[in-house]
């Protein structure tokens, strides 16, 4: 029976059309006994294929379509005159190039494969912008890598043999095949045909037919499948046409150019190869040959596994640690217990190398953070980084360093990340301040060897906004057209139908009706989903003790120094890789700043381990949701709850982390949970209902409900006596989304489990459904208990250390879920002082200001906006200006700072605008456009050789008289030059000219519920989640502080391109008041316009330019599914 | 417009076929072999999506004819290229 040897998935980015588990479906409903995914330079989704063949019981044959270079025609032996070195490897090939099919027949064919396609990228950024080229390997580097692998010459077009015939010179063909065939020998060498149905077919095969019989060397027939299903060909066209930045007329020549480049059945491609029966009994008996199982065969160990000692030197670590940790601990024996049971564990498992590891990455953490922290500085009693994620619970974790919750203290269950039937390696996730894991990464690969280690890649697909500008450049549309359709689409849209309806908002219901906008429609639905690119996971590493490149192959990153496996996280978790993640966590890295900061400001040396964890006015500050910029619990839904739940202490926060999520939320657990919160506040005798007696334990701190991940292993455990393994199979099976028939077959057994225990059926359908609903998206209590701490941590800072806090976090910004416009103000509804941007006073970054630091500035500290701040200026310049300040002196004159800063103009200008020469020289009125001036008239052009004149640091004579910027035009320009105002908000300079019947956010507190009102303000966030039916959620922030607007679908499709786009909202509702928790349910919105005009101004008379400050506003944030 | 005339339009031709498919007479001509087959599917994104099926024919009186079966209404034409 015919076997496909030769097809491509998606992962050939842009050159398939299905993914690898679509293939391995159809091919198995098709019938084949076996089939090999060949993408293009790669094998990217070979590891997901190989457990989806597995998956369906047909055999999975590795290999990959490899480009290689052609050189022009010459002397074989040309080999010895280019050197191998970076600069000839670098440039085009300049013969061309042309495709091989290689196929993987033993494990040392898979090395050689992996080498070989390391080779054919080890060039490809190898750019000044490390922008990726084409990949390609030499012959010679073909030859030298032959062992194990079985080599086709190629496919119909650009196959080695026939596309030399398609090019016309078969000479030139003939010649590679010879060299082909010298290196893999008569058995591992075919002439491979193929029938496209393109018009020279039948000329094509007689020829390689006839080359065949002169190389004596059977031919075989391949299909080269583009994709699993004929209907999938459009799409298959379109990614060609994406791929070349063509439209589709213009990407005819590299097309398909019909459909039967599809998955068909083995009986159809036979007949389809009636004239070659003998190449098609060839394909069958290759695949016959072809026995490599990549699922099984990979031979992966990590350092340390083969380490004899590492059970004693754990041990000992271990003991060492705990004495430490717990003298004079009343939970002294219990850790030793715990500590015991573990190793015992770890030992049984072969993982005490795994951990001593983990421990050898945290001391290069350590002498990292030195070195980032510098010998000085107050973040040095910091450790270099924290766990997160489930190792957390670990009491090994906890004295190896590796986690700095203490699980005996926390009551933390170290089931899920170690038991004896796991048959994975466990996740020990590390969190970084970001500027110490940008100099770990690069470190661990010169600790293990660039070799042996790699970070892991990731693969985006298409979203609906990408999907319609990738799709429309295809198809030709207009793109002004293309560019609307996208605005308007967002990241909340998921289906086509979605769409559409964007699509008619737009364009009008006419033009939607265009065929090619209707052909997107059907294209985009297809096409999410599918990989885009590769590119790489945040912070997943890989370690291994044989070279990397034997196990996977290895690609350069897009960042300098790095690397990636060509798989992503599912396939090296598959490949049962060694990942450890080094995670960057902005908020960290805030926390790291702010303990700097208060050192520099205050001279404290806060010791963030020590801090009080009962501090009232933190957790009064928290149940009033007053926790804007606090880690996690700073989100719209968590500040919602807040009030409801009223966290008292650590433990209630932890749970507060992660009641927020999919899972809970999905599985029904948010509201029994406040309410029994409440009812247990109004009377502490109060019985929290659980379904079951055998889940009391189980669900107690949670009152009976599902929060974190480990419960629903324990529920399970608990009512229908699962064993650990089998719930952790459960947890999987729902977790990676890919087998119903799993989650079915644990169904029947969880009902049967919870009859034998005396649970009826209608409570074991409850907890049930309770457990699918939460589906693995929730987080594990170790990871809650980490995040909790941050969280507390955070705020607590935010209460004793206002100005610092806000100074660090608008020093990491991006982060969190406020731009930094809302961070300011709500600091400054708190009476933290914050100041523009000066170039006297501020440095690049933000600073706190003190009394002691800066003469004239009195009572308390300042927030002071960096330079850096400002839009467009440069980086360098800006660091050149304060160092010359604190070199010789503040600025006396703007000619003098022009001459002396070693500033440009247009930095200047920026400074200018943003307001950060108001007041030079000294008691000079503010006022930007004359400071403007004066740059004009003093700058020199730019700043170049040594020969350029030199601004003189002569004062200019006095500016013409300007006339003043004035408030609006301070705040327009405040926006568009650093995307904030420190000054007033633009709700206090709109009130006067709007509706006084509007209420402002402050009044909220006092009306009443079901009160019918009007608001105006400045949009902050939206958000649409996933779990809200529909529901949007928009942030509106005024001169007084914030409110929620709900939105209802119905509103919302009424309004959508308001509710997207427009920054600056009136809205008309109903006030809904409840447990404390106030939110607005919109029933009409409209931008926000001035009601009547206003007095004519003095000066211009010009209109307050609404559409001007909508111009420039921060866009707010937007959340879809992504959220966080 | 008058006075422009497409070149090479395709003409008409009546085509006689084998169970399987392929030309048997052209015009009453005698096929003599079938040299080429080939299949062009392509402006499916336009409102006129084109759907070929081409035969490159040697006729028996030694003449190469290139002819295709459009997917609709099954009709043949001859193509001159």
């Keep these: 029976m015919y076997v496909e040897l030769h097809a491509h998935s998606a992962f050939s980015f842009l050159d398939g059309a299905s993914t690898p588990m679509e293939l391995a479906a159809a091919a198995a409903a098709q019938g084949y006994p076996a089939f090999a995914l060949t993408d293009h330079d790669g094998v990217w989704g070979s590891m997901e294929f190989a457990h989806a063949c597995r998956g369906f019981g047909i055999r999975a044959i590795t290999g990959t379509e490899l480009t290689v270079e052609l050189r022009p025609a010459g002397p074989v032996s040309d080999r010895g005159l280019s050197l191998p070195g970076e600069s000839s490897r670098s440039s085009p090939p300049a013969g061309g190039t042309a495709h091989l099919t290689l196929l993987v027949e033993?494990?040392?064919?898979?090395?050689?494969?992996?080498?070989?396609?390391?080779?054919?990228?080890?060039?490809?950024?190898?750019?000044?912008?490390?922008?990726?080229?084409?990949?390609?390997?030499?012959?010679?580097?073909?030859?030298?890598?032959?062992?194990?692998?079985?080599?086709?010459?190629?496919?119909?077009?650009?196959?080695?043999?026939?596309?030399?015939?398609?090019?016309?010179?078969t000479a030139g063909g003939e010649r590679v095949a010879r060299r082909l065939l010298a290196a893999f020998g008569r058995d591992r060498f075919r002439i491979e045909l193929q029938r496209p149905y393109w018009r020279r077919d039948r000329a094509r095969n007689r020829w390689l037919g006839l080359l065949a019989e002169r190389l004596d060397v059977p031919c075989v027939a391949t299909g080269n499948a583009h994709s699993h299903d004929r209907r999938r060909a459009p799409l298959q066209d379109a990614l060609v046409a994406i791929g070349r930045c063509e439209t589709l007329e213009e990407s005819e020549p590299h097309r398909r150019g019909n459909s039967t480049s599809s998955l068909a059945s083995p009986a159809a491609m036979a007949a389809r190869f009636a004239e070659y029966p003998e190449a098609v009994a060839e394909a069958e008996r290759l695949a016959e040959r072809l026995r490599f199982d990549l699922t099984e065969q990979?031979?992966?160990?990590?350092?340390?596994?083969?380490?004899?000692?590492?059970?004693?030197?754990?041990?000992?670590?271990?003991?060492?640690?705990?004495?430490?940790?717990?003298?004079?601990?009343?939970?002294?024996?219990?850790?030793?217990?715990?500590?015991?049971?573990?190793?015992?564990?770890?030992?049984?498992?072969?993982?005490?190398?795994?951990?001593?590891?983990?421990?050898?990455?945290?001391?290069?953490?350590?002498e990292v953070a030195a070195e980032v922290r510098g010998p000085e500085s107050a973040r040095n009693v910091l450790p270099p980084g924290r766990g997160r994620g489930s190792s957390v619970s670990s009491i090994v974790c906890y004295l190896t360093g590796l986690s700095h919750v203490d699980p005996v203290e926390a009551d933390l269950f170290a089931g899920r990340f170690l038991n004896e039937e796991t048959t994975t390696l466990p996740d020990i996730d590390l969190d970084f301040p970001r500027d110490i894991r940008?100099?770990?990464?690069?470190?661990?690969?010169?600790?293990?060897?660039?070799?042996?280690?790699?970070?892991?890649?990731?693969?985006?697909?298409?979203?609906?906004?990408?999907?319609?500008?990738?799709?429309?450049?295809?198809?030709?549309?207009?793109?002004?057209?293309?560019?609307?359709?996208?605005?308007?689409?967002?990241?909340h849209e998921r289906t086509a139908a979605e769409i559409e309806r964007d699509l008619v908002a737009s364009l009008g219901p006419e033009r939607a009706k265009e065929p090619r906008w209707r052909v997107l429609l059907e294209l985009a639905d297809e096409i999410m989903g599918l990989p885009r690119h590769s590119s790489q996971h945040p912070g997943g590493m890989v370690i291994s003790t044989r070279p990397l490149i034997d196990v996977c192959p290895v690609v350069p990153a897009a960042m300098k120094g790095r690397q990636t496996v060509q798989w992503d996280k599912d396939s090296c978790a598959d490949a049962g890789f060694l990942k450890i993640d080094l995670l960057g966590l902005g908020m960290l890295s805030a926390v790291e700043r702010c303990v700097e900061e208060i050192g520099r400001t205050r001279g404290e040396r806060l010791d963030l381990s020590r801090i009080p964890l009962d501090d009232a006015e933190t957790f009064e500050s928290i149940r009033a949701a007053e926790t804007t910029g606090v880690f996690q619990i700073e989100s719209r839904a968590q500040m919602q709850m807040l009030p409801r739940t009223q966290p008292r202490d650590l433990d209630d926060l932890i749970v507060q982390v992660a009641l927020v999520r999919p899972g809970p939320i999905q599985g029904g657990a948010i509201h029994p949970y406040i309410e029994r919160r409440k009812l247990?506040?109004?009377?502490?005798?109060?019985?929290?209902?659980?379904?079951?007696?055998?889940?009391?334990?189980?669900?107690?701190?949670?009152?009976?409900?599902?929060?974190?991940?480990?419960?629903?292993?324990?529920?399970?455990?608990?009512?229908?006596?699962?064993?650990s393994s089998e719930a952790e199979g459960l947890r999987r099976a729902m977790s990676r989304k890919r087998s119903e028939e799993a989650i079915a077959e644990h169904h029947r057994r969880f009902l049967a489990g919870a009859a034998a225990n005396g649970a009826s059926e209608e409570v074991a359908e409850k907890v049930w459904n309770q457990i699918k609903g939460f589906a693995g998206y929730g987080f594990p209590k170790a990871h809650s208990a980490a995040f909790g701490l941050l969280s507390y941590q955070s705020a607590w800072l935010r209460i004793h250390y206002g100005p610092e806090f806000l100074c660090s976090l608008l020093n990491e910004q991006p982060m969190g879920f406020y731009p930094p416009d809302s961070l300011v103000h709500e600091a400054q509804r708190r009476g933290i002082r914050v100041a523009a941007p000066c170039a006297n006073r501020s440095r690049v970054l933000c600073h706190v200001e003190t009394p002691r630091e800066e003469g004239d500035v009195r009572g308390g500290l300042v927030v002071r906006v960096g330079l850096g701040y400002v839009k467009g200026v440069k980086k360098e310049e800006m660091e050149a200006l304060v160092a010359e300040r604190e070199r010789g002196g503040r600025y006396e004159g703007i000619a003098e700072l022009a001459s002396r800063a070693g500033v440009g103009l247009p930095s200047l200008e920026r400074l200018a605008w943003a307001g950060a020469l108001d007041g030079i020289p000294v008691g000079s009125e503010d006022d930007r456009r004359q400071a403007l001036w004066q740059v004009g008239v003093t700058a020199a052009g730019r700043i170049a050789g040594a020969d350029t004149q030199l601004a003189l640091p002569m004062e200019p004579p006095a500016p013409p008289e300007l006339e003043p910027l004035g408030e609006w035009g301070k705040l327009i320009a405040d926006y568009r030059s650093t995307g904030m105002t420190v000054e007033k908000h633009p709700l206090k300079l709109l009130r006067p000219g709007l509706d006084p019947n509007l209420v402002r956010s402050s009044d909220l507190a006092r009306l009443d519920h079901g009160a019918r009102i009007e608001i105006a303000g400045m949009v902050t966030a939206r958000q649409r989640p996933e779990t809200a039916n529909g529901v949007t959620f928009v942030l509106l922030e005024d001169e007084r502080g914030s409110v929620n607007l709900v939105v209802p679908p119905a509103v919302y499709e009424r309004h959508r391109p308001l509710v997207r786009t427009v920054p600056l909202l009136r809205a008309r509702g109903r006030l809904e008041r409840r447990e404390g928790v106030v939110n607005v349910l919109v029933s009409d919105l409209a931008p926000l316009e001035r009601d009547k005009p206003s007095k004519p101004r003095p000066r211009n008379g010009r209109e307050l330019a609404i559409a001007e400050l909508r111009a420039v506003t921060p866009v707010g944030h937007s959340f879809g599914r992504r959220g966080r | 417009m008058p006075g422009l005339r497409r070149l090479y339009a395709p003409q008409r031709v009546a085509v006689r076929t084998d169970p399987r498919g392929a030309p048997t007479t052209v015009e009453g001509h005698q096929v003599e072999t079938v040299r080429e087959e080939w299949?062009?599917?392509?402006?499916?994104?336009?409102?006129?999506?084109?759907?070929?099926?081409?035969?490159?024919?040697?006729?028996?009186?030694?003449r190469a004819l290139t002819v295709f079966r459009t997917a609709r209404g099954q009709r043949w034409y001859r193509q001159r290229a």
């Design chain 2, 39 to 62: 299949l062009v599917e392509d402006r499916w994104w336009t409102s006129k999506p084109l759907r070929r099926h081409y035969f490159e024919l040697a006729l028996g009186d030694g």
């Design chain 1, 438 to 491: 940008e100099v770990l990464i690069p470190r661990v690969h010169e600790r293990w060897g660039a070799d042996r280690s790699a970070l892991v890649a990731a693969f985006p697909t298409y979203r609906p906004k990408g999907a319609v500008r990738d799709l429309g450049k295809a198809l030709g549309l207009p793109p002004g057209e293309i560019d609307r359709v996208a605005k308007t689409v967002g990241f």
């Design chain 1, 680 to 723: 247990l506040r109004e009377d502490p005798e109060y019985k929290v209902p659980y379904p079951h007696p055998s889940l009391e334990p189980v669900l107690e701190e949670t009152l009976g409900t599902i929060v974190f991940q480990e419960q629903v292993i324990e529920s399970a455990m608990a009512l229908a006596g699962f064993s």
């Design chain 1, 298 to 366: 990979l031979g992966y160990r990590y350092p340390g596994s083969e380490d004899a000692g590492a059970d004693a030197e754990l041990a000992r670590v271990c003991n060492h640690h705990l004495g430490e940790r717990y003298a004079g601990s009343a939970r002294l024996l219990e850790a030793q217990w715990r500590l015991e049971e573990e190793l015992a564990t770890i030992r049984k498992l072969g993982l005490s190398g795994f951990f001593l590891l983990h421990r050898d990455l945290l001391e290069l953490a350590r």
């Design chain 1, 106 to 169: 033993d494990e040392t064919g898979y090395r050689n494969l992996c080498r070989l396609l390391t080779l054919a990228h080890s060039h490809t950024r190898d750019n000044t912008t490390r922008s990726q080229t084409q990949p390609w390997a030499t012959l010679e580097q073909v030859e030298e890598h032959a062992e194990g692998l079985v080599c086709l010459s190629g496919c119909a077009r650009e196959g080695a043999a026939a596309g030399a015939f398609e090019r016309g010179d």
